[in-house]
Structure formats: structure tokens, C-alpha cells
């Protein structure tokens, strides 16, 4: 196993007590400087992996190197090396965000001089100058958010980890947090592994997307090149009279193959959807159906989820968790 500045994955398990597995022998590999998203619904198995290659959770088979290190028997080279800014922010209320980062710095053994520069050089960064000597307790979850990211780089990792970060957070919230990422993987090389649920998100920031399901990878590639193996266009139409479904669905049977639809629509693939759409609309009109609206739809990571585990990702699992979050003490 090489990459030395990257992340390599082999053969990697983990299985819980009552024959729980979490992870089922993934292979992946992120290069020095790459975003790689890993997607899937929750309880995928996406937490569980961040917990081993971070070495809160041990494998139960498999290797697995981070920045050059095995995450098994050399877990305090990797931790070193690595930035995490996981589900569950670990903050204290009654603690200012200056406090926070002093702290942080501490633990990583950063001198008192340089506790402070770099706190105050992140607390900029992240845009929380302003309510650096106010207690979390009153900061927005998008706040505690980036001060979690902030702590995460503290001490200059090569290699951050973000697992879900964006979960919860408002819009605009979630769009400082994304070009913060972009940031950092464009003007310092840092190597990101991102983990989410958000088609968007992945879509946006990675150079390259796993996605998992079950424990199992099922795709990966970049978005672009997942989208384009998926094929052409979807395109749905949805009748003005529900009784018209079954009908309107033959006539959309002759230029692709049924694909997934709204409740009240209709859809095909095609791979030429744009350009098919006024013979569709001909073919339509000709057997009387009376169309509410037709849309053409480019494929998605989501339309690549679905060819590969037959079902939808969005909401997928929402209910679910994943049996790696809880770490033992």
C-alpha cells in the first residue's frame, strides 16, 4: 500500500455485536489535494468508515492508510495528520469560541503564542471574529458548525474529515461552510473526505464520489463521468386526466425505457430527450392525451443511486441509524 499523503482502503470491515456489519470489505483510494464525497443514506455505513480510517473505531478486517500510517497500528502518526469535524460537535456551552480554540490548540500542543495567532487567524477565516468572546451555547447551529470546522484545522492537518457538516444548517450557512472546503482543498492542498446524504453537496465539492449502500460501494467516479454511464435524459410527462396515465405511458414506451417518475407522471430515458420532446408532444396529441406538463430531466447522482441499488437516495433511510455512531469510551 502506498499514497502517502492520501488515503488507501483495502478489503475494509466492521461488524458489530449481533453479527452487525457496518462496513462489508470497501476499496477506495483518495489522492493528496482531492475532495472525494462519500455518498449514501443514512446508515450506509458512511460514519462508521470515517470512525476507523480517524481510528475511533478499530477494523475488524481489512488495511486501511492514512497519510502514510495505518489507522490499525499507528493511530497517533494518523491522528496527527488528520482534521475531523464529525455528526455531533464536541462543544462546550460555557465556553467562549476563543475558548474553544485555545483549547483545541492546546491539546495539539501548540505553544501559547501560537495557540493564539492561529485561533484568531481561523476564527476570521470561518467568519466568527465577531462572536469569538461569546459563549457557544448562544451561537446558530451554522456558527457551531464552523467553529467545529475551525478547531478541526488548528493544528494544520493534511487530511481533514467531514462527516455530514452541513446537516441542519440554513442555506446560506451551508454555502460559506461549502466554498470554506473548496478553499482549502484549491489554495492549501488539504486532502478532504467528506462524507453526505445531500445529492447537491457532493455534486458541488467533489472531484470524485463513492457511493455506498449497505455497507457496499457501489459506484465511483466523478459526478460527471456516474451521471453519463447512467445514460440520457429523463423525460416525464404528466397527463392532465390521471386516467390517462396508461396511455400516456405507451406512448412514451417508444422513444426509451420506463424510468423513475413523480406519482403523477409519467417517464422515459432517452438519449436524445431535448430533441425528442415535439415528437414526443405529436405522439401525445395524436392518441389524445392532454398533457399538464413535460419536462426533460438530466441525469443525476440520485439516477445513479437508483440504477445501482434499484431505489431512490433522497430521504433514503432517514430512520436509520448507523450502527458505527456510537463510540465507545
Do not use: C
Request: proline share 5%; charged share 25%; no cysteine.
Amino acid at each position: 500500500m502506498t499514497n502517502d499523503q492520501g488515503i488507501l482502503v483495502e478489503g475494509l470491515v466492521r461488524t458489530f455485536k449481533g453479527d452487525i456489519t457496518a462496513v462489508a470489505g470497501i476499496d477506495l483510494e483518495v489522492t493528496p489535494g482531492e475532495i472525494y464525497g462519500f455518498l449514501g443514506p443514512n446508515g450506509a455505513g458512511k460514519s462508521t468508515t470515517v470512525h476507523m480510517l480517524t481510528t475511533l473505531l478499530p477494523p475488524t478486517a481489512g488495511r486501511a492508510r492514512v497519510a502514510g500510517y495505518d489507522v490499525a497500528t499507528h493511530g497517533a502518526d494518523v491522528r496527527r495528520n488528520v482534521g475531523a469535524a464529525l455528526q455531533e460537535a464536541a462543544l462546550d456551552a460555557f465556553l467562549t469560541g476563543r475558548e474553544h480554540m485555545d483549547l483545541q490548540a492546546g491539546l495539539n500542543g501548540l505553544s501559547k503564542s501560537e495557540r493564539a495567532r492561529r485561533g484568531t487567524a481561523l476564527l476570521d477565516r470561518v467568519g466568527l471574529t465577531d462572536a469569538a468572546d461569546r459563549k457557544v451555547g448562544g451561537y446558530s447551529g451554522g456558527m457551531k458548525r464552523r467553529l467545529d470546522l475551525a478547531m478541526a484545522l488548528v493544528h494544520g492537518p493534511s487530511i481533514l474529515f467531514l462527516d455530514e457538516p452541513t446537516t441542519g444548517l440554513d442555506p446560506q450557512s451551508r454555502s460559506a461552510l461549502w466554498d470554506e472546503v473548496q478553499r482549502l482543498a484549491t489554495d492549501e492542498g488539504v486532502t478532504v473526505f467528506l462524507t453526505t446524504q445531500y445529492l447537491e453537496e457532493a455534486d458541488v465539492l467533489a472531484d470524485r464520489v463513492g457511493i455506498i449502500d449497505r455497507g457496499h460501494i457501489v459506484a465511483e467516479g466523478t459526478p460527471a463521468v456516474l451521471k453519463r454511464e447512467i445514460g440520457g435524459d429523463t423525460v416525464e410527462a404528466v397527463p392532465a386526466d390521471p386516467h390517462d396515465t396508461d396511455r400516456a405511458a405507451a406512448v412514451l414506451a417508444r422513444f426509451g425505457e420506463p424510468a423513475a417518475h413523480s406519482p403523477k407522471g409519467v417517464a422515459v430515458r432517452t438519449r436524445h430527450g431535448a430533441e425528442q420532446l415535439a415528437d414526443i408532444v405529436r405522439a401525445l396529441d395524436d392518441e389524445g392525451v392532454a398533457v399538464g406538463s413535460l419536462q426533460v430531466h438530466s441525469p443525476s447522482l440520485d439516477d445513479v443511486f437508483l440504477a445501482k441499488t434499484g431505489r431512490s437516495l433522497e430521504g433514503a433511510g432517514e430512520a436509520e441509524a448507523d450502527p458505527g455512531e456510537p463510540i465507545p469510551a
